[in-house]
């Protein structure tokens, strides 16, 4: 197994911006397919934004436009830069890792409110 570690979660207003951090441990994380998914109170985990090894990107509907997920290597860090952020958007955000394994973090919570 991969350990993941998130941080960079906070208390943000609207219209505001936040970064998160996802740091892996092991030798081959750019063999990795990353992903954050987030879950907010009373739903489902769902998918927010995925990167290849490559560098190839997909976002879900609701953050194309203001969110933007990138990695380094040879930092063995994911990121996700999340501006023009809504109410919507609080949830506890989790980064996964696939290749023969199937990797969570612990989450980092997101709070949008005024």
């Known amino acids: 197994q991969v350990q993941l570690v998130e941080s960079g979660g906070g208390l943000v207003q609207p219209g505001g911006s936040l970064r998160l951090s996802c740091a892996a441990s092991?030798?081959?994380?750019?063999?990795?397919?990353m992903s954050w998914y987030r879950q907010a109170p009373g739903k489902q985990r769902e998918l927010v934004a995925g990167?290849?090894?490559?560098?190839?990107?997909n976002y879900a509907d609701p953050v194309k436009g203001r969110f933007t997920i990138s990695r380094d290597n040879a930092k063995k860090t994911m990121y996700l830069q999340m501006n023009d952020l809504k109410p919507e958007d609080t949830a506890v955000y989790y980064c996964?890792?696939?290749?023969?394994?199937?990797?969570w973090g612990q989450g980092t919570q997101v709070t949008v409110s005024s």
């Open positions: 092991g030798s081959i994380f750019s063999l990795y397919y």
């Open positions: 996964r890792a696939q290749w023969t394994v199937d990797s």
């Open positions: 990167i290849s090894g490559g560098g190839i990107t």
